[in-house]
């Protein structure tokens, strides 16, 4: 129990143009899910947290306007690159928690811009 | 504010030897702890947790970490490595609330034959 899944896993665009990065929890409905951000041997940054139905919150020096986060339902968030640019390329994973202090992984999205 | 500190930031063991990573946490009350396990190109795998109660917690493939008040650390111990335990290894700690999570720069463990 308790998977959540990421599409696409793998992602190559251009410069300039957008991305959407889907993530779901596949057997449960998550009231909160979170976005991370995962640099080459580096550890997991908090990008921003959304509930379902609401705005995401954003951690400091993030930008909400390039990185918009949907949250339509209790089992998808999507997060959008918008504009990117080659320093956007990252692994992205998301989570989702149905309960405080419990989060089910997705497997991650590597974005490469060129 | 909470943080999580992993001192080491690869180890190399060898197979059949025995592990141990190390977690020191800053938390003002009684933390809510996490070891994760991530692969190459994967997400993040639960390994055990701590919230309160018996300070030695078991968890999955033979995983288990001791919470040390005192110390303020929670490190990660197993017997006897195998080669597919060769992975990166993140603590964490929940925050208020338990909805937020702050991990630690992980250490990649390496297993020599």
């Known amino acids: 129990g308790a998977v959540v899944s990421q599409h696409p896993s793998w992602v190559i665009c251009k410069s300039g143009t957008s991305v959407k990065i889907e993530c779901r929890s596949l057997d449960f409905q998550a009231t909160t899910m979170f976005w991370y951000r995962q640099f080459p041997k580096q550890s997991l940054m908090l990008m921003a947290t959304s509930n379902e139905g609401s705005k995401a919150t954003y951690e400091q020096g993030v930008e909400k306007d390039k990185f918009l986060i949907n949250h339509a339902s209790l089992t998808l968030s999507t997060l959008t690159v918008t504009s990117a640019h080659p320093e956007d390329s990252s692994f992205y994973i998301c989570?989702?928690?149905?309960?405080?202090?419990?989060?089910?992984f997705g497997p991650g999205t590597r974005l490469t811009v060129t | 504010a909470q943080s999580v500190t992993q001192p080491d930031i690869h180890i190399t063991v060898s197979e059949g030897a025995s592990l141990e990573l190390r977690c020191n946490y800053s938390y003002g009350a009684t933390p809510y702890l996490f070891w994760y396990v991530q692969s190459p190109g994967q997400g993040l795998q639960l390994l055990l947790k701590y919230f309160s109660g018996d300070t030695l917690v078991q968890g999955i493939k033979g995983f288990e970490a001791e919470f040390k008040r005192s110390q303020s650390s929670f490190n990660l111990r197993k017997p006897s490595v195998h080669w597919s335990d060769a992975a990166e290894y993140f603590c964490a700690v929940g925050n208020t609330g338990g909805f937020k999570t702050i991990f630690g720069a992980g250490t990649r463990l390496f297993v020599k034959a």
């Open positions: 989570s989702a928690s149905y309960k405080a202090y419990e989060q089910y």
